[in-house]
């Protein structure tokens, strides 16, 4: 299925490593040329480089954190000096968090906050002039099924990403009327390497079978009895932000293996 997205431009945070740099490339591998964003500058820079000779696309890396206005002001200037403007935002920067909110101090839930709600805020402010003055676009939010099932270990992430679901709808009701088409996605269980590093954490002392791990943790959660593959999800990724799906607008899609235990 041609998508149509060769020669489109495509911003991604968080795309240094996981489900941001899988992301990237399956944008990459439909022709269209990526601004990759994410702190650490090494690993980005070689991840786009690479993905610049694979796909045959331009790969433009920037090292901010769009957690802070500097950061996000950073992004946007640096999508208007290479391509004078993008069709699509991928805001997928984000981590997970463990705390009682008992316990968790408020600076914390403030980091959280800003990564995971005003980073979508500020970007949004950026990126919808520039594709509006393009004729339209596509702004992606990664979410979590989190936002509406609930892990006990993490309140501060379960909450932002609750608001950004929220806010997604919000900024979907507002920038249509200039052809911007703004959805969510909640992933369930994505087997990325921060995965793998924590099951390799928690079966060191065990015998180190982190595989079975995973396993039982797809077994309990996942009626499918699997993780999802980085590369699964950043498929519907693409697919939601091209034409294909010209009348997605304001919705969210869970992509769980059939984690969600409502309707």
């Known amino acids: 299925m041609d998508l149509g997205l060769g020669g489109k431009v495509a911003a991604i945070t968080g795309a240094s490593v996981g489900i941001g740099l899988g992301v990237a490339e399956a944008f990459a591998r439909e022709g ?14 070689a991840e786009a480089s690479r993905i610049a000779k694979e796909f045959g696309v331009r790969a433009v890396a920037v090292a901010c954190d769009v957690a802070t ?24 920067a984000g981590t997970g ?18 990564l ?18 393009r004729g339209g676009g596509a702004i992606l939010h990664n979410a979590s099924i989190c936002a509406v099932q609930p892990l006990w270990y993490e309140p501060i ?3 932002t990403k609750a608001a950004l679901l929220m806010f997604s709808k919000n900024l979907a009701n ?13 992933p369930g269980l994505i087997l990325t390497p921060d995965w793998v590093k924590t099951a390799k954490q928690l079966t060191a002392e065990s015998g180190g079978d982190y595989q079975a791990y ?38 969210t899609y869970h992509v769980d293996g059939g984690m969600l235990r409502t309707v």
């Open 32 to 45: 269209a040329h990526v601004v990759m964003a994410a702190r650490g500058r090494d690993r980005l820079e």
């Open 69 to 92: 206005v500097e950061g996000a002001d950073a992004l946007v200037a640096q999508v208007k000096k290479e391509f004078g403007g993008a069709d699509i935002l991928i805001n997928n």
């Open 97 to 114: 968090s463990n705390e009682t909110i008992m316990e968790a101090p408020d600076e914390k839930w403030q980091a959280y906050w800003e």
């Open 116 to 133: 995971h709600v005003m980073a979508a805020v500020r970007l949004a402010r950026g990126f919808v002039p520039m594709m509006k003055a």
């Open 157 to 159: 992430y379960n909450v």
């Open 174 to 186: 507002e920038v249509i009327k200039d052809n911007i088409r703004v959805n969510t996605v909640n």
């Open 214 to 251: 995973l396993q039982s943790v797809a077994d309990e959660h996942a009626p499918i009895k699997r993780f999802g593959t980085v590369e699964e999800l950043a498929n519907f990724f693409v697919f939601l932000c091209s034409d294909r799906a010209s009348y997605s607008v304001g919705s």
